[in-house]
């Protein structure tokens, strides 16, 4: 069966970046707190859990702009950098993180203020502060920036562990975030065993129906889709779903996200018809609780399009593509992968319309952009070359798409070795192709099927690669 995830870039950077919806916070009594009045404290308090509760109804937006009018009346009454403004600050970046804002400079900035003030105010091992820590590193790694969030996630976890236990729900919400980052740098054996390690926890202290438990659970499946073990994943899916719908309500983001989620596995099975109906409902749900110009409403966009262009619906694919395109360049910068997944995507559309030139554009923008956020070695790299020298072989230009394929192929090579079959028979079938300059109609039809095997070859060789 063709792998049309790794075909259309179909499950990009974000979705693989799921953190949890639980909230980030302990619930524990903190000796340090600086003392205020006691109507003052009592109206502080209240405010800081309606920030909380919106941020855990989806409305991120409003969550924002409470958690600013509530810093601000801290700081005029004297009370800036303390742990009350400390933890409002955490209520400020969740907002913002989760609103779509995470690379923005000012998210960073706000969640390392937290950090600092509550160090100050409590020490730097108290489990307060690993609130803050798992708040700055989240948007480092919506970001990419992999490397730098790592540390962040990683110290949370273990004061967690040492103030809490091994078995507290905030060290499972710490376990989600770390193996979120494990799968999208490739480590999917540590990503498995911090995702199970997080569901036991889960299930066995807030029970088999709390909402964290459908976070985990949508994460696993997330994993278990990549590495191919789709009936699980969808047991894993469905389970999720069904949790969330029922504890947050039919139009809440986690359940935009499940659904998205969920798409993309019918789609990988080939039900389109599946897909296409739970990728629109997700849309609706996502523009409406997030906005229209949001990233995780970008996703979607970028999804639905996937689809219909497979079903050869490339009028109703390109709009969507150019939408979500817009929409990555806006909120996430214009050098970002996902910005390069989006670029391929659309250059497919105009390659499937005849339009060449556009499309070369397209996918020569995809290539640096991949080739600067993530490396010369890397396989977005080779194979957005690949494509790219498919359409140089439909436009005629025969040596620039040979250098391309073998550029492509080499790469390839480096990570399996040459010792595969069927990447090597992919060699071949390429060979042949590029070493041919005129061809009658009948010769063109006959190398379609050889093309399209090609394709199918190099996909399910990708993805074994990615597997291993």
Known sequence: MKCKRL???????LVALLFSSGAERPALAVAKVKQQPPVEQATATESLEEVRSLIKTGRYAEAEILARTLLEEIEANGRGETFEFAQVLDGLVESRWRGGKAREPETRELAKRAIEAKEKALGPEHPEVAVSLYNYAVPLSIAGEHDAARPFFERALSIREKALGPDDPLVASSLNGLANLLKSVGDLDGARQAYERALEIRETTLGPDHPDVGTSLDSLANL???????????????????????????DHPAVGRNLNNLAILLYDIGDYAGAKELYERSLE????????DHPDVAQTLNNLGALLNDMSDYAGARPLFERALAIRESSL??????????????????????????????????????????????????????????????MGDFDEARASEERSLAIYEAALGRTI???LRCSTTWQTCFEMREITPEQ???????????RDLLDRTILAWLRA
């Open 224 to 250: 278990l889709a990549d590495i191919g073990d789709y009936a699980s994943a969808r047991t894993h899916y469905e389970r999720a779903l069904e949790i969330r719908e029922k504890a947050l309500g039919p």
């Open 285 to 292: 749900i996502r523009e409406k609780a997030l906005g229209p």
């Open 444 to 454: 063109e039809g006959s190398l379609s099927v050889p093309w399209r095997y090609t």
């Open 7 to 13: 075909a259309s870039f179909v499950r990009c950077g």
């Open 421 to 423: 079959p069927m990447l």
């Open 333 to 394: 910068g214009p050098d970002h992968p996902a910005v390069g997944t989006a670029s391929n995507n659309l250059a497919l559309v105009f390659q499937n319309t005849g339009d060449y030139a556009a499309a070369r554009l397209l996918f020569e923008r995809s290539l640096v952009i991949f080739e600067e956020a993530l490396g010369a070695e890397h396989f977005r790299v080779a194979q957005t070359l690949h494509n790219l020298a498919t359409l140089l072989y439909l």
